[in-house]
């Protein structure tokens, strides 16, 4: 059932236009004049307001204005005695704005209050891709943007270091597009491969080298050629590995498992570790010839807690990704976004990306809203709660029965601590958890 | 006053451009079609009280008033185009 406000001066017209929108189940209200209807309109809440273009008062157009400054602004057809104004109206008020030429008939009544609202796309705010793929306008991030650029005019091996889910493996591809290099981009995870394959994996091999090579395989410095190859988890690659890779990239030739040629090879090479160099160099995973070898340039990416101000706009980013892939129409709104920018996200990017996504499945898919999950739980995290402990609009008693119940939890439930806590005496606290019906008189 | 305006109006329209109509001419024009199609409003959505009538949604009694009002705006209508045709005459017979 729709509210509607019916402006027109015609009385013999409203009395029986109203008749038919009663009749179609709705609630409607009259005005004669723009007087009338601004009053109507600083008392009540309408869905649809039906208004005449020519009122003794002006033109039903003036009430456009007030119309779009209401919190909730009802959908508006134009009522017109004549048809060539139907083209001002298109003109002045968009597509929006329906309109209806007299002599009217009910079911052209009756379609233009059953028309759903067009749904209007949610505006798209531009977002910049730096390199076409990287997100992000904090310093931090700039400084990154500065560093990719410049290495990416050489032909230096870079090295990312960076927790998990900040997207190392974002930047090397970056790396790669901003280098223009003819060759390929080939990405490898070197954690990902058995001590027997690793060798194959990265120099190929020969038919016949081991039982199963049943054919010649070109290894990812071969694919590479003329590109970058994407080294990533270097740290997790076997130490007895090492010797071998670091021939590689000190002749840069490489001989195919089961092989004797040597193929010569060039591409640079962009390695990555979630380790911190301090790390590295502690516990010797990687031994410190090819660590030099192929940190000529390291490059450190920020952890998102670390340029909050970008978590907006990846959150928008990966929800215009979801409602393109879904047919949706979800938007964030700045509330919540202000509730995942107070989360540190120690899973980065990708648990953020992951969270979007949760929370947009989550979500009516007829509706533009988000459904938050109450908390963002990680496993790397305490759980943290999206729900801002103070929001205008809670109640004092809500308030205080909340902080109550925090402060039981905190103190497992002992009542004389939590009391002492709340600065409240002990009878009063029991009085309140009485009062929440958690307990009973004689407790 | 509404005999006085189609009068006017067909006294410009008559005495100094008889061919062309200016786009002031069409825009008086379009005031009187839009007077003419209030009773004509009326006479519609009376009609669909009746049909709404006879279906059996509202009262019968509702459709003998509205057809009653449909009668009132057709003569309305009549007025205003006889009004009309009136003032052309005079407008036509002063120039």
């Not at chain 1, 033109?59 to 209401?70: I, V, Y």
């Not at chain 2, 008086?28 to 959505?45: E, G, S, Y």
């Amino acid at each position: 059932m729709l509210t509607v406000l019916l402006v027109d001066d015609d009385t013999e017209f409203t009395d029986v236009a109203c008749t038919i929108i009663e009749f179609l189940g709705h609630e409607v209200l009259t005005a004669g004049n723009l007087e009338e209807a601004r009053s109507w309109l600083q008392k009540e809440t309408f869905d649809h307001i039906l208004l005449d273009f020519m009122l003794p008062d002006g033109s039903g157009a003036h009430l456009f204005n007030e119309l779009d400054s209401l919190p909730k602004p009802p959908r508006v057809t134009l009522i017109t005695g004549h048809p060539s104004i139907k083209g001002v109206i298109k003109d002045l008020c968009g597509p929006n704005i329906d309109y209806l030429v007299k002599p009217i008939q009910r079911e052209e009544i009756e379609d233009v209050l059953s028309r759903k609202s067009k749904k209007t796309a949610p505006k798209v705010e531009k977002i910049e891709r730096h390199f076409d793929l990287l997100i992000g306008e904090s310093e931090a991030m700039k400084e990154l943007y500065k560093l990719i650029s410049r290495v990416s005019k050489t032909s230096a091996n870079v090295m990312l270091l960076g927790e998990s889910g900040v997207g190392k493996e974002v930047v090397a591809a970056a790396i790669h597009k901003a280098s223009e290099s003819e060759g390929a981009y080939i990405a490898t995870n070197c954690g990902a491969f058995s001590k027997e394959l690793i060798g194959s994996e990265l120099f190929g091999h020969e038919k016949g080298a081991f039982t199963g090579a049943i054919g010649r395989k070109e290894g990812v410095f071969e694919q590479a050629e003329g590109g970058t190859l994407f080294l990533d988890e270097i740290t997790e690659m076997p130490i007895d590995m090492q010797p071998n890779l670091l021939r590689v990239l000190e002749n840069k030739v490489v001989i195919r498992v089961g092989g004797t040629k040597t193929i010569p090879v060039n591409c640079r090479v962009v390695s990555a570790t979630n380790r911190t160099m301090e790390e590295i160099a502690q516990s010797k995973v990687l031994r410190e010839d090819i660590y030099f070898r192929l940190a000529v340039f390291p490059i450190t990416i920020p952890p998102l807690r670390e340029r909050k101000e970008d978590i907006s706009l990846l959150a928008k980013t990966f929800i215009d990704e979801f409602n393109k892939e879904n047919g949706t129409q979800f938007n964030w709104e700045d509330a919540q976004l202000d509730t995942l920018q107070a989360y540190d996200w120690p899973g980065n990017v990708r648990e953020l990306r992951h969270f979007c996504h949760r929370a947009a499945i989550m979500s009516d898919p007829e509706s533009s809203q988000i459904e938050l999950p109450k908390t963002i739980e990680s496993p790397f995290a305490q759980k943290q709660s999206t729900t801002p402990a103070l929001q205008a609009g809670r109640t004092i008693e809500d308030v205080e029965k909340e902080l109550i119940y925090a402060t039981l939890d905190k103190v497992n439930g002992n009542k004389t601590m939590a009391a002492e806590m709340l600065g409240i005496s002990t009878k009063t606290l029991y009085n309140r958890l009485h009062a929440y019906g958690d307990i009973s008189k004689d407790e | 006053m509404r005999n006085s305006r189609y009068y006017c109006f067909f006294k410009v329209k008559l005495g100094e451009e008889k061919n062309n109509m200016t786009e002031n001419e069409s825009a008086m024009l379009n005031v009187f079609v839009h007077d003419a199609r209030k009773p004509l409003n009326r006479i519609t959505m009376q009609a669909e009280l009746v049909k709404m009538a006879l279906n059996g949604d509202i009262p019968a009694q509702q459709a003998l008033t509205a057809l009653d009002k449909i009668i009132a705006s057709a003569k309305d209508c009549s007025h205003i185009l006889s009004d009309l045709t009136a003032q052309m005459h005079k407008a036509s017979s002063d120039t």
